[in-house]
């Protein structure tokens, strides 16, 4: 008997592609109380604790993707003898041909494995080829850990900052494992300061880090997969059999899927994060109370459109250059952002529909913000109302083509949205998802709380004893397992 036991533990403990470690895993619980226990040996000796993080954290990343955790050891090794070299070297052609050469490198992996099977495709179309695709697997975590490599060593030639010369502090930012799967993508100037730090981790922080672990899991698996298998699965997977109506609330259930999905695994990130001692920025806030395309992409995915904006966006020319120039350059930013996302027409499209939607929204603003007018309370009020509607739908309209897969079933669920909406089936849907119906209004409820909750509640949580939240801790987790799904729902953000 103790030999099945053990033989289980030792399967257990090796890379299974059919069950890739997540946050919202069993096994995960274990491993992040085992880590836990020992960090409260080793949190004051700082090497010690570099040590010990690194290879939990590369452990975390075998068990999420099996041997292609070697590639972000590679890529840690490349980055920081080149970072390196880019401070040491004397002129400014070495600094650049150094810089290009690690750029080069990092979007070369990137691109192999993420966007030959595509160009293949594209030359195929062209030349009516017949070049086979690799079909490669896209290793988990590349295009964030890609990006954090990359601010690194652009950052190092600005001289924003000088590179860590201990190569432990490095590959410890890198594979910091809180957030090396799904981000938040973090800048080197805002987490390498923090890594020889003393940690001092208060009751405050605790409060806000079990806020946030809570919180996640519960948009995670509670609202986001339960909607996802139970609704927005069904309509999606064949919008031919399903009514306008029902695609129209598999499209607001889709916005609430991806939101939840991804902010929820943002928070466990942060909040985990916390209770270690260290900071990571928000990664979204509260992005459906937007009132335009602009903000909305302040509140979206904030480290991804902040790196774009600072390494993509400004050495274009951001809006030094002109109007045109600056609307061309949010185009082209947001084309590429799309393109980061997969490599598939299908999110092309949806980042030039967001580039056009932004550059015409900095026309908007160009036109009447130059308009002085007395504006009551009322014509505010309208105006911000209309304006969230406005952002919330277009949004929506945006997320058939990411999420659709394809422009043919993109199309059917446009061609059922116009031709075939049947509103008289809405009293009949309600009834017979009356569970999932009652969820998305609970998620939107939520999400339009103020910010005044957050606080009362991070201070009730800082008030309670520790025993009561490792109570609300248990009492989260013990409802996470009722209602999760028999089979894990794999977060959407893995894919890219």
């Not at 050469?101 to 494995?113: C, D, E, K, P, W």
């Not at 928000?282 to 302040?298: C, K, L």
């Amino acid at each position: 008997m103790f030999h099945i036991d053990l033989h289980k533990l030792l399967n257990a403990l090796v890379y299974n592609p059919k069950d890739p470690l997540l946050f919202n895993s069993g096994f995960f619980l274990c491993f992040f109380f085992a880590f836990l226990l020992f960090y409260q040996f080793v949190y004051k000796r700082k090497l010690t604790r570099v040590l010990l993080f690194t290879l939990f954290s590369l452990y975390f990343f075998y068990k999420a993707c099996g041997f292609y955790f070697l590639f972000i050891l590679l890529s840690a090794v490349v980055d920081f003898k080149l970072s390196n070299w880019i401070d040491l070297a004397k002129s400014q052609g070495r600094k650049k041909w150094l810089l290009a050469f690690s750029v080069t490198i990092n979007l070369g992996l990137l691109f192999y494995f993420k966007y030959t099977d595509f160009f293949i495709g594209i030359i195929n179309d062209a030349t009516r080829g017949s070049i086979h695709p690799l079909k490669l697997i896209l290793p988990i975590g590349i295009s964030f850990y890609t990006f954090e490599n990359l601010s690194y060593t652009i950052d190092v030639y600005r001289g924003h900052f000088k590179p860590v010369k201990s190569f432990w502090d490095y590959c410890f930012f890198l594979t910091f494992f809180p957030k090396l799967v799904m981000g938040p993508i973090v800048r080197a100037a805002d987490f390498i300061p923090q890594i020889r730090k003393d940690i001092h981790v208060s009751k405050e922080e605790v409060a806000l880090g079990l806020y946030l672990i809570v919180g996640g899991l519960f948009k995670k698996v509670v609202i986001s997969d339960y909607i996802y298998v139970n609704y927005v699965d069904y309509i999606f997977s064949d919008p031919t059999r399903h009514s306008g109506i029902e695609c129209l609330f598999g499209i607001y259930g889709y916005a609430l899927v991806i939101y939840c999905d991804f902010s929820g695994y943002s928070d466990m990130a942060i909040g985990m994060a916390r209770w270690m001692g260290f900071s990571i920025p928000a990664n979204f806030d509260s992005p459906y109370q937007s009132t335009s395309i602009t903000e909305f992409w302040r509140r979206w995915h904030i480290s991804l459109s902040s790196w774009l904006r600072d390494y993509l966006y400004i050495p274009l020319g951001g809006n030094r250059k002109g109007k045109f120039r600056q609307y061309l350059n949010l185009f082209t930013t947001m084309l590429l952002g799309g393109l980061w996302h997969g490599a598939s027409w299908n999110f092309i499209l949806w980042g030039g529909m967001h580039g056009t939607a932004l550059a015409l929204d900095k026309m908007r603003m160009e036109i009447f913000g130059k308009v002085k007018k007395v504006r009551s309370v009322v014509y505010l009020f309208v105006q911000k109302s209309l304006g969230l509607i406005i952002t919330f739908h277009f949004v929506c309209f945006c997320w058939i083509f990411f999420k659709a897969g394809t422009f043919e079933k993109a199309q059917i669920i446009l061609h059922q949205l116009f031709y075939n909406f049947n509103a008289q089936a809405f009293v009949p849907l309600v009834t017979n998802y009356r569970n999932v119906f009652g969820l998305m209004i609970l998620a939107f409820v939520i999400h339009f709380l103020p910010k005044s909750f957050e606080t009362i509640t991070q201070r009730f949580l800082a008030w309670m004893p520790l025993f009561g939240r490792m109570l609300v801790l248990i009492l989260i987790i013990l409802l996470v397992i009722q209602v999760r799904t028999a089979e894990q729902v794999m977060p959407i953000y893995l894919q890219f």
